[in-house]
């Protein structure tokens, strides 16, 4: 699978430099040349940076392990995850990272949410039968992150503030929704193809508990400015962060544990993960320099606004579709497209608007597809892009239809 994308990505980039040559703009050819050139400086800038990190939590989660604590927290979401992973064994370490992985991703916790990820898929790795093909819980997991919901997109909130929006948090609920339905769509999608039974008490029991959970923060975040809103969710990401930290280690400690060693040995595979990354890293970020580089993406955003205008449709969402385009690609350049629809179109604008919830609203696909998958040396992925991109186009419509209802 990952060699027929890979593939493809050049292929397109090939027919957008010719296009761009017969139409006289020879400058496609430098651009896609630094674009190479970038995209391998880029990936060893990205592993590099990571290793701090990585070394970090994989030293703390293998003492959190050892005292019994990880294991603690993933009781709290062992049955609902018991349900849809249905081939890892109850009480397996997998469901201790993959819950502290994404309730890092629920808090905006970036810094601690990629090393937990890559540890959580270490965990669904050894479980792994075939090497180097993705199983049913791995897909499961990696779509949950390319969906996964941010309560509070702080960032997202900044940028309008600093634009001068003037209400920077009132696009809160739509951002929500829209990730909600991505997160939805995501494990929809992931059931259908895996047959997955999803109707059924528990499952439905903690949905009904994270709808009543979001629910509450919704109500209390509205009676809040957005410098309170930054304040509260910044304390509780840092007060959560914390907890973990000083429990593991402590806990560890009282229980006997050789806390400095058990610490040592876990950051020696951060560090050896973290380089393992490099060429999956540059893999992807070369495709995807070169579609950029190319004008590809450029045309693709033409070709949307083009049938929108013929079907004579509104063709507002347009103006914001650059965001939409860039975000399973890079989300650095997502940020980049936000900022420029704000500043062109106006930070209130409908544009404006709808390029932020965008941007709060999914995940970089490929880049988490790479890095996770790169990090175990998965090569057939099997349907989990397929099922990410659907989690994405999901999201994206119901941005753009909640932006209409909110502000059309």
């Not at 996964?148 to 960032?155: A, E, K, R």
């Not at 339905?181 to 439905?204: D, E, F, H, M, P």
């Not at 009676?223 to 304390?235: H, K, R």
């Not at 991109?389 to 999901?394: I, K």
Request: aromatic share 10%; charged share 10%.
């Amino acid at each position: 699978m990952l060699n027929k994308i890979w593939f493809s990505f050049f292929a397109v980039a090939l027919s957008a430099i010719f296009i761009q040559l017969l139409s006289g703009n020879v400058g496609v050819l430098s651009q896609s040349v630094e674009a190479i050139f970038s995209s391998a400086k880029l990936a060893a800038e990205i592993a590099l940076g990571l290793i701090g990190v990585l070394c970090l939590w994989m030293g703390l989660m293998r003492v959190g392990e050892k005292a019994g604590v990880v294991a603690f927290f993933s009781r709290a979401f062992e049955p609902l995850l018991s349900r849809l992973m249905p081939e890892v064994p109850r009480g397996h370490p997998a469901y201790g990272s993959v819950t502290m992985n994404l309730t890092a991703n629920m808090l905006g916790l970036d810094n601690a949410a990629t090393p937990l990820g890559l540890k959580a898929m270490q965990d669904l790795q050894s479980l792994n039968p075939v090497e180097h093909t993705a199983t049913n819980a791995q897909i499961l997991f990696l779509v949950l992150n390319t969906s996964s919901i941010t309560l509070v997109p702080v960032t997202v909130f900044l940028y309008r503030a600093q634009q001068g929006a003037a209400a920077p948090a009132d696009i809160f609920l739509p951002i929500l929704l829209a990730t909600s339905a991505s997160t939805l769509a995501g494990v929809l999608a992931v059931a259908i193809v895996q047959r997955l039974s999803i109707l059924n008490t528990v499952v439905i029991a903690y949905a009904a508990g994270i709808l009543a959970t979001l629910t509450a923060l919704i109500f209390y975040l509205s009676t809040l400015t957005v410098t309170a809103i930054g304040e509260v969710s910044t304390a509780m990401g840092n007060g959560i962060l914390l907890l973990l930290i000083f429990s593991f280690v402590l806990v560890a400690g009282l229980r006997k544990v050789a806390v400095y060693d058990e610490f040592i040995e876990g950051a020696k595979e951060g560090f050896a993960q973290s380089i393992k990354l490099i060429p999956y890293l540059l893999a992807m970020l070369l495709a995807i320099g070169l579609l950029r580089a190319s004008g590809a993406l450029e045309y693709l955003l033409n070709t949307i606004a083009g049938i929108v205008a013929f079907a004579g449709g509104d063709t507002r969402f347009v103006d914001a579709m650059p965001t939409a385009i860039m975000k399973p690609f890079s989300g650095s350049g997502a940020r980049a497209m936000m900022l420029e629809t704000m500043q062109y179109y106006g930070v209130d604008s409908f544009a404006g608007r709808l390029a932020a919830i965008l941007q709060g609203s999914t995940e970089t696909t490929f880049y988490v597809l790479a890095v996770y998958f790169g990090a175990v040396g998965i090569r057939n992925g099997r349907h989990a892009l397929a099922c990410g991109l659907f989690a994405d186009l999901a999201g994206i419509v119901a941005a753009i239809l909640v932006c209409y209802q909110f502000y059309g």
